[in-house]
Structure formats: C-alpha cells, structure tokens
C-alpha cells in the first residue's frame, strides 16, 4: 500500500504541471510565474518551488514529459491511419503548449536533446511508413502538427496528406 503522503504529492505535482501546460497553451510561456502557475493549479505559490527547484527546472519538466508522452504515442502507430488519427486528436490549446516548450528546445542548447530525441523517433517511424521518403513524411507529420495547433486537423483530411506524402 502506497503512503498516502507520497499518493497526495505525486498529483499535486501532476496538478501544477497541468496548470503549467494550460497557462502556456491559454498565454505562452511569458505567462508562467511561480504565481500564475499556483493560481491555475489551485495550490500555494511556495507549492511551485517545493515540486520544482525552479519555474526553469517545471519548464524543462514538462518539455520532457510532453515528448515522453508523444514518444510513446508514434510506438502506437502501425500505419498511415493510426498517424492520422493521432495528429487529429489533440486540443489545439495543448498543442500550442506543447509547440511554445518544443520552441523553447530548440532555443537552448541544454535542451536540444529533447529535439533530437522526437526527430530521431519520428524519423524511424517514417522509415517504416515510406521506406522511400521518410524525409518527407518527416517533414509532413511536423507540418500536420502546426497545422493542427492553428487550425485544427481532421483525420481524413490529415490521412489524404500523409497517403500523397507517403509516395
């Protein structure tokens, strides 16, 4: 049986990583404030430093669990249909979350791993979706992705783009 103590800090912690990711999607990342973030999580301000050693270190947090979380998502996908379905099935505001911590990545050279670590994982899925594009595909999936953040994606629409690609 788990302690109760150790239950009760793991979801505060997941409480204010949400609350992280709903201010970056709603604001961008110029809207997390050790404040703002306790606000939106509905726990004290000195909550935010307890979990996290920094507003910095939650930040890096949640770059690296957004990527974990799609890393495993692209070991789900077996075909050009099960990628079109996961592109279209994200929230357009957790997206532009998710795009503002990818920017930040690439803004920073501690972190550029994360990159790497997505681009490496999606580039050997696309190997095996179009062994003689993957380049394309690559670069295709990414574009669904911003396109997905703006506008929204359908599945089908998004499948007819990855097919055409996929040649």
Known sequence: MPD??????????????DAALRLIGREGLG????????????????AVLYYFASVDALLVTALREVNDRYVA??????????????????DRAGLAAEYDLF???????DLRSELERWD??????????????PAVLV??????YL??????LDEAG?????EAAAR
Do not use: F, H, W, Y
């Open 31 to 46: 809207a997390i404030t050790q404040r703002r973030v306790a606000d939106e999580a509905g726990v004290p301000a000195s």
């Open 73 to 90: 998502d692209l070991a789900t996908v077996a075909t050009l249909a099960d990628l079109a379905r996961l592109l279209a099935d994200g």
């Open 147 to 152: 396109q997905a953040t703006l506008t929204g």
């Open 103 to 109: 920017l930040l990545a690439a803004r920073r050279d």
């Open 4 to 17: 109760g103590r150790l239950v009760k800090g793991a979801a505060r912690r997941r409480d204010i990583l």
């Open 120 to 133: 490496a994982e999606l580039g050997a899925l696309c190997a095996r979706l179009a062994p003689g594009r």
């Open 139 to 144: 670069a295709v999936v990414n574009g669904l």
């Open 158 to 162: 998004a499948l007819a783009v990855l």
